[in-house]
């Protein structure tokens, strides 16, 4: 079972990025599915997390407005569309699944079993 992370890279201040995140091994239509970061010398936190079917989502304040998380059921894939973006929200950035059954969006780390590689993404002008 792998998750792999893709679409993190170099941009100015107020441009955007996708990133991308691809299951394989198992399907998880029935996982809720996050997003979270970890800046240099920082602990890794939530930044947003989509329920199975993508009609719940949560986000943190600091990406609320800007970011918006998306999922494919049929592509088993989850999607982080990041606007306008600040030199804050560089960091390495996973996506992460709970395990199947558990559907609804949680903001815990220690609730998700499955994690991407992580992918950077660092905003610099």
């Known amino acids: 079972v792998q998750l792999q992370a893709s679409g993190g890279g170099l941009v100015q201040p107020g441009d955007s990025l996708r990133l991308s995140c691809v299951g394989s091994g198992r399907s998880f239509s029935s996982s809720g599915m996050g997003w979270f970061r970890q800046a240099p010398g920082k602990e890794r936190d939530i930044v947003a997390s989509i329920n199975w079917n993508g009609g719940n989502t949560y986000y943190s304040d600091s990406v609320k407005g800007r970011f918006t998380i998306s999922r494919d059921l049929g592509k088993n894939a989850v999607y982080l569309q990041m606007n306008s973006l600040k030199p804050e929200d560089t960091a390495v950035y996973y996506c992460?699944?709970?395990?199947?059954?558990?559907?609804?969006?949680?903001?815990?780390?220690?609730?998700?079993?499955?994690w991407g590689q992580g992918t950077q993404v660092t905003v610099s002008s």
């Open positions: 992460a699944a709970r395990a199947p059954g558990y559907k609804v969006v949680h903001t815990a780390q220690g609730s998700y079993d499955y």
